[in-house]
């Protein structure tokens, strides 16, 4: 048997940043459903902690 660690990058382009950290600062939280399951890891890379916008319940994770 065989071990192998298997690990995961979130890459998030400039232009996602400024798309999710101006839906942020606007109040427009229903565009981070596009997101899906990666909204928590472009929120953090953002700089916005889930917890702060009431995300962390509602988003699943």
Do not use: W
């Not at 990058?9 to 400024?18: D, G, K």
Request: with cysteine.
């Amino acid at each position: 048997m065989v071990r192998v660690f298997v690990g995961r990058l979130e890459i998030v382009s400039l232009a996602t940043m400024r798309d999710v950290a101006g839906a942020v600062k606007s109040g427009h939280l229903a565009y981070l459903d596009k997101y899906g399951r990666f909204r928590n890891a472009v929120l953090q890379i953002v700089g916005v902690a889930p917890s702060v916008i009431g995300c962390a319940s509602a988003c699943g994770r």
